[in-house]
């Protein structure tokens, strides 16, 4: 008789064992646990990652005081903004190909680490060029994300992987709206002795500490993987080495990958997008104080609190009933609800009144950021080869769809920042269609069944060829395919019983 | 579910003060073209202290509203001890104001220079006296004495203020009513324009500090590998 699936939290400290898989994974979430290897893991990673959201959005959440001492025009300032996001495209493209090869650990020290530089050096910047190269060198560590996520996969058994996702990156991407009251009462408690054109460059000695200290910690105090770190199984030969450059054409060659990269922009793209203008748009709109203006723009960024997590949740709710039809489904309808309510904030009767504004821009953040949490609970299943990678894609995608969104709604056309938000909201509603295309043949897609005969081995083993399956750089991904079978929901899984496994069908992972 | 709401209670109270406080204005709305029949009253001439030991006070005789200006050199620095002196005299013996409404109160400030508020929406100019917004700095704010026809103040430049060209305007408030209002005002565009440069914001134990700590976060990764490479080499 199988064991009943331990609830998703456990608010017990971790004196038990942790119910695992058969991959050796954690099958539910000890929140007040910070017990090695899984939660220790799991706070580590939230805690670092929302560091990094702190460094990237703290020079705009001290705007105000910078552009004067630093004598910024408007256009040096979202050059800015855009050189925080764009800095993170490539490095979470080249973050994903590192964790796949060398672990997570790794991939938070040095960014982490070699980071801290940028923000201690954003002390003694001088004009606006030097702002510039240091938003961009800081917004390196929003590749961060690639290594949150792979972590929490890493970790988190597939029927509660999405949650997990979901809430480390949820409470991560807080960092946004922590940074937009953190930073001026960091300020305004320094400018009590010194003046503050000088306070505010000793503010950023906080963020960068910070990064030193949980930097050194994950590299002393965690671990890769459940069963330890990446070095020593690769030492071991627990764990194979896999540089084949099929690990990259398992991830690029797939085109599932690039949906999610291009959708992912219109869901966290657009958050970044509005972290960056909502504190302005209010201040400008409705006349407020820079103080008032920020704590409410705090709002949008802080309510990830609990948005992004319940997205991930929402998530794995549908894969338990209709597998990972549900989840297509729910990700297209709750990231379709958000373009509705960007739009919304771009007419007239919402426009001109700060209450039905802000219950709009709440309403609003729910939708944007539970798409996010929706798309961590599709990705990790794209390709198990290359999971890292495919986060790196994706999020890079999320930048990317940031720094032309605010490049073109908020920056260089024409456009009130009201009609800004009206066109990103039609442009919302259009690329969510995308999703309808998104089919795995051993559970389907939002409009099609499942390919009969196929089952998740045909898919995940068709990225290896004869030769790696000798070396036995398979077994991971048999593992994975076999937990995985989750994904069929209830109506599929009726059907699979019938399946005969001496006629599965060979299929290619990009090929629908 | 009750975190929740009281979360959401928390929310709306918070939106209902920003919508109750945003708007509230103390004055009527005026706009500096309502009270250009009445402008041109006031002798405003400037004074700065340019020399090294910053104990006179010599003319500023600069109507060059950028920066760059040779007129405007040496700038002020925003260190508290350079000082401008401003003097506002009436031309006349009494002060006409828009509707004949009573003065009340004389505040003198300082403006952004059209070239340095230009490509910086969060200084633009206004019509609207109360949404201008190229006004930050008050010099001085005073009580209207009907017996004083001049009103001066050595002003120190306040370590707040940014590197830009200004000028000086008067504003007279009015009783209205319940409420005040601006009633007459002057300024010297085109006439006399000041220019400052902010405080040295990066002081030597700054840099310092920032070169030491900069070096942390590589520095520690460079030793974890080369103790984890010596430890594998034992093995």
């Known amino acids: 008789?199988?064991?009943?699936?331990?609830?998703?939290?456990?608010?017990?400290?971790?004196?038990?064992?942790?119910?695992?898989?058969?991959?050796?994974?954690?099958?539910?979430?000890?929140?007040?646990?910070?017990?090695?290897?899984?939660?220790?893991?799991?706070?580590?990673?939230?805690?670092?990652?929302m560091l990094t959201f702190i460094s990237t959005f703290a020079p705009a959440a001290l705007l105000p005081v910078i552009r004067d001492s630093l004598d910024l025009t408007r256009v040096d300032v979202g050059n800015a903004g855009i050189a925080a996001v764009v800095g993170a495209v490539?490095?979470?493209?080249?973050?994903?190909?590192?964790?796949?090869?060398?672990?997570?650990?790794?991939?938070?020290?040095?960014?982490?680490?070699?980071?801290?530089?940028?923000?201690?050096?954003?002390?003694?910047?001088?004009?606006?060029?030097?702002?510039?190269?240091?938003?961009?060198?800081?917004?390196?560590?929003?590749?961060?994300?690639?290594?949150?996520?792979?972590?929490?996969?890493?970790?988190?058994?597939?029927?509660i992987v999405g949650s997990a996702n979901a809430i480390a990156a949820g409470w991560g991407n807080m960092g946004g709206g922590v940074t937009h009251f953190l930073m001026p009462l960091l300020w305004k408690g320094i400018s009590a002795s010194q003046p503050g054109?000088?306070?505010?460059?000793?503010?950023?000695?906080?963020?960068?500490?910070?990064?030193?200290?949980?930097?050194?910690?994950?590299?002393?105090?965690?671990?890769?993987?459940?069963?330890?770190?990446?070095?020593?199984?690769m030492a071991s030969k627990a764990k194979v080495k896999d540089r084949s450059p099929?690990?990259?054409?398992?991830?690029?060659?797939?085109?599932?990958?690039?949906?999610?990269?291009?959708?992912?922009?219109?869901?966290?793209?657009?958050?970044?997008?509005?972290?960056?203008?909502?504190?302005?748009y209010l201040y400008?709109?409705?006349?407020?104080?820079?103080?008032?203006?920020?704590?409410?723009?705090?709002?949008?960024?802080?309510?990830?609190?609990?948005?992004?997590?319940?997205?991930?949740?929402?998530?794995?709710?549908?894969?338990?009933?209709?597998?990972?039809?549900?989840?297509?489904?729910?990700?297209?309808?709750?990231?379709?609800?958000?373009?509705?309510?960007?739009?919304?904030?771009?007419?007239?009767?919402?426009?001109n009144s700060l209450l039905a504004t802000m219950v709009i821009l709440v309403i609003f953040s729910v939708w944007c950021q539970q798409a996010c949490g929706l798309s961590c609970g599709v990705v990790p299943f794209i390709s198990k080869r290359s999971t890292g990678l495919v986060y790196g894609l994706v999020g890079a995608g999320g930048n990317t769809g940031a720094a032309v969104t605010q490049a073109i709604f908020f920056t260089y056309l024409p456009l009130s920042p009201t009609q800004g938000f009206f066109w990103l909201g039609i442009m919302v509603i259009g690329m969510t269609a995308m999703y309808m295309g998104v089919y795995f043949p051993m559970w389907g897609g939002m409009f099609c069944k499942a390919k009969p005969g196929v089952t998740e081995e045909d898919y995940y083993m068709s990225e290896y060829t004869a030769a790696e399956v000798s070396q036995g750089l398979h077994t991971n991904s048999l593992k994975f395919a076999y937990e995985s079978k989750s994904e069929r929901g209830w109506a599929n899984a009726a059907a699979a019983k019938d399946l005969d496994a001496a006629k599965a069908v060979h299929v290619k992972a990009g090929t629908a | 579910m009750a975190r929740c709401l009281s979360l959401a209670v928390a929310l709306v109270a918070l939106v209902g003060y920003a919508a109750a406080t945003g708007n509230i204005e103390d004055q009527q709305p005026t706009s500096y073209t309502q009270l250009a029949p009445v402008k041109g009253q006031w002798d405003i001439t400037l004074k700065a202290t340019k020399t090294a030991d910053k104990a006179a006070f010599e003319p500023v005789d600069c109507a060059e509203p950028k920066i760059s200006a040779a007129c405007n050199k040496p700038l002020l620095t925003a260190d508290a001890k350079d000082k401008l002196q401003v003097t506002a005299a009436l031309k006349g013996k009494t002060l006409k104001t828009i509707d004949d409404l009573t003065p009340k109160r004389v505040v003198i400030k300082a403006c952004y220079s059209k070239p340095s508020a230009t490509d910086r929406p969060w200084r633009k100019s206004n019509d609207v006296i109360d949404k201008d917004k190229s006004c930050p700095f008050v010099i001085k704010s005073t009580e209207l004495n009907v017996s004083s026809t001049s009103?001066?103040?050595?002003?120190?430049?306040?370590?707040?203020?940014?590197?830009?060209?200004?000028?000086?305007?008067?504003?007279?408030?009015?009783?209205n009513g319940t409420l005040n209002s601006y009633c007459q005002f002057d300024n010297t565009v085109n006439k006399t324009y000041f220019g400052t440069n902010i405080i040295n914001s990066t002081p030597t134990s700054m840099i310092i500090a920032t070169a030491v700590c900069a070096s942390i976060g590589p520095l520690f990764l460079a030793s974890y590998f080369i103790k984890d490479f010596m430890g594998r080499k034992k093995q």
């Open chain 2, 151 to 175: 009103y001066s103040i050595d002003w120190p430049i306040p370590k707040n203020m940014t590197k830009a060209a200004w000028y000086a305007t008067v504003l007279v408030l009015c009783e």
């Open chain 1, 1 to 49: 008789m199988a064991e009943p699936n331990p609830p998703l939290f456990q608010f017990c400290t971790g004196d038990q064992p942790m119910p695992k898989d058969s991959e050796g994974k954690a099958k539910t979430i000890r929140i007040l646990s910070f017990g090695p290897p899984y939660m220790r893991a799991f706070h580590l990673n939230w805690i670092a990652f």
């Open chain 1, 246 to 280: 099929n690990t990259l054409k398992a991830a690029l060659l797939n085109y599932r990958s690039w949906i999610m990269c291009l959708n992912y922009g219109y869901c966290f793209g657009v958050e970044l997008v509005v972290d960056n203008v909502i504190v302005y």
């Open chain 1, 90 to 159: 490539a490095s979470r493209v080249m973050m994903g190909n590192m964790v796949d090869m060398y672990g997570p650990r790794y991939g938070f020290g040095f960014l982490l680490l070699l980071t801290s530089p940028a923000i201690f050096c954003m002390s003694i910047v001088q004009g606006a060029a030097g702002f510039i190269v240091l938003r961009l060198f800081i917004g390196f560590s929003l590749a961060a994300f690639v290594c949150c996520q792979f972590w929490c996969t890493s970790m988190f058994n597939t029927k």
């Open chain 1, 284 to 351: 400008d709109q409705f006349r407020l104080t820079p103080v008032l203006a920020g704590a409410l723009g705090s709002i949008f960024g802080m309510m990830n609190i609990f948005t992004r997590a319940s997205g991930g949740m929402i998530s794995d709710l549908a894969a338990r009933h209709y597998g990972m039809r549900g989840r297509l489904w729910a990700l297209w309808i709750i990231q379709t609800l958000g373009g509705v309510f960007c739009l919304l904030l771009g007419i007239t009767p919402v426009y």
């Open chain 1, 197 to 233: 054109f000088i306070a505010w460059r000793w503010a950023f000695f906080v963020p960068a500490a910070a990064h030193i200290i949980l930097g050194a910690s994950i590299m002393l105090f965690s671990q890769d993987l459940p069963e330890g770190n990446f070095r020593e199984l």
